[in-house]
């Protein structure tokens, strides 16, 4: 069974960097084909992708946030990090992290983590 | 980028109805690399359809996909109370992901 929980803080103010952690089980991303994304959802709002990251290292970002992202992986500790710089109140979302099976899709995801942005 | 549209924005409808939910692209998706995943409340998505056409693991038979090029469909052959949802469709096969903006299918 795989399982995915994403954790960092709930809060951060603005021009700080953001970092999340997503922490797996039931896989190995060190298994080929396999990877994980990172996607996030504002209050009410539509989803947006952000990164992914593959077992071969390969990285992919959403072209608009690109500049701000960086995503890594630690293979040993069954972990994907992912970094936002520059965080703006727009940028409050719950942010979701999710498996990437070998035919590419999204599945399954993790509950997601809420991250507000404010003074 | 791909952009998705997804139309209608909400689809009211009564259960055991039929739901039609459209995706169109803004380039043709490649090798129909177009999934479809459902939202409620509070919950993360949870993916329905892949390669266009494919049900995912446990995905009951009313849900069904179909499409090519840039003109995508997720039917719900009869609606049951548990469908009542957000829709989103999700293009793979680009280097850069998209999602579209949503199907609301709600209870008329």
């Known amino acids: 069974q795989i399982t995915l929980k994403e954790s960092g803080p709930t809060l951060v103010k603005p021009t700080q960097t953001l970092t999340l952690t997503c922490t797996f089980s039931g896989f190995s991303l060190s298994t080929s084909g396999v990877g994980v994304g990172w996607i996030r959802q504002p209050p009410g709002k539509a989803l947006e992708w952000l990164a992914l990251?593959?077992?071969?290292?390969?990285?992919r970002y959403s072209p608009s946030l690109k500049s701000r992202l960086t995503i890594t992986k630690d293979t040993s500790k069954n972990q994907v990090v992912l970094t936002m710089t520059n965080m703006d109140p727009v940028d409050t979302a719950t942010y979701y992290c999710?498996?990437?099976?070998?035919?590419?899709?999204?599945?399954?995801w993790g509950q997601g983590t809420l991250v507000t942005v404010s003074s | 980028e791909i952009v998705l549209t997804q139309s209608p924005g909400t689809l009211s409808l009564s259960p055991g109805e039929r739901a039609t939910l459209s995706c169109r692209a803004s380039q043709s998706v490649s090798s129909s690399y177009l999934a479809w995943y459902q939202q409620k409340p509070g919950q993360a998505p949870r993916l329905l359809i892949y390669?266009?056409?494919s049900r995912a693991t446990g995905i009951p038979d009313r849900f069904s996909g179909s499409g090519s090029g840039t003109d995508f469909t997720l039917t719900i052959s009869r609606l049951e109370p548990e469908d009542f949802a957000v829709y989103y469709c999700?293009?793979?096969?680009?280097?850069?992901?998209?999602f579209g903006q949503g199907t609301k299918v709600e209870i008329k």
């Open positions: 990251i593959y077992w071969d290292d390969d990285k």
């Open positions: 390669g266009a056409s």
């Open positions: 999710a498996h990437v099976s070998a035919a590419g899709t999204l599945d399954p």
């Open positions: 999700q293009q793979y096969g680009s280097s850069s992901w998209t």
